[in-house]
T-cell receptor
Framework: KQEVTQIPAALSVPEGENLVLNCSFT??????LQWFRQDPGKGLTSLLL?????REQTSGRLNASLDKSSGRSTLYIAASQPGDSATYLC?????????FGTGTRLKVLA | EPEVTQTPSHQVTQMGQEVILRCVPI?????FYWYRQILGQKVEFLVS????????KSEIFDDQFSVERPDGSNFTLKIRSTKLEDSAMYFC?????????FGPGTRLTVL
């Protein structure tokens, strides 16, 4: 049974720092790995998708990598800003199902 | 930019009542999903739907739940007899070629 773990569970940093959020999964048979952002009481905003043939994706200050052999994905946030404060979720799976991690709650202090 | 929409945004119901949550997926997408998130917990997969049938479902998705695509645009989740523990945020998602796009969610409160 696929389990997805995110470390750390919570993170508080001063503005401008570069951050690394980690996601690990027990079953390396992941076809897609998607990172989301969730603001309190809100829905899920897709940030990056890494498909099975890819190893990383970049969008602006965000970079996500996937190492299927170790069962790990990393989300790198460069030059963090207070507006980045949110919960970050990773989800992995195939065409018919995603398993979500428990999330990392990020607070960026001005 | 196309987006997934969900109605209502908040539904309050009495225990034992039937509820129908509605979703309009992105128009050219072929795969549809329902997930739920109980307050303070992680997002959980409920069911996926493709080619007018269920592709996969979780243990949560028991006989009290059903899904339907009644026309070319809507995708619904029905809970026949709601329980207190069904209180959660329900998210609909759709995908065309890998990336799943999520709607804003329906907050279901069962009293």
């Amino acid at each position: 049974k696929q389990e997805v773990t995110q470390i750390p569970a919570a993170l508080s940093v001063p503005e401008g720092e570069n951050l690394v959020l980690n996601c690990s999964f027990t079953d390396s048979a992941i076809y897609n790995l998607q990172w989301f952002r969730q603001d309190p009481g809100k829905g899920l905003t897709s940030l990056l998708l890494i498909q099975s043939s890819q190893r990383e994706q970049t969008s602006g200050r965000l970079n996500a990598s996937l190492d299927k052999s170790s069962g790990r994905s990393t989300l790198y946030i460069a030059a963090s800003q207070p507006g980045d404060s949110a919960t970050y979720l990773c989800a992995g799976g195939g065409t018919y199902k995603y398993i979500f991690g428990t999330g990392t709650r990020l607070k960026v202090l001005a | 930019e196309p987006e997934v929409t969900q109605t209502p945004s908040h539904q309050v119901t009495q225990m034992g009542q039937e509820v129908i949550l509605r979703c309009v997926p992105i128009s050219n997408h072929l795969y549809f999903y329902w997930y739920r998130q109980i307050l303070g917990q992680k997002v959980e997969f409920l069911v996926s739907f493709y080619n007018n049938e269920i592709s996969e479902k979780s243990e949560i998705f028991d006989d009290q739940f059903s899904v339907e695509r009644p026309d070319g645009s809507n995708f619904t989740l029905k809970i026949r007899s709601t329980k207190l523990e069904d209180s959660a945020m329900y998210f609909c998602a759709s995908s065309g070629s890998g990336i799943q796009y999520f709607g804003p969610g329906t907050r279901l409160t069962v009293l």
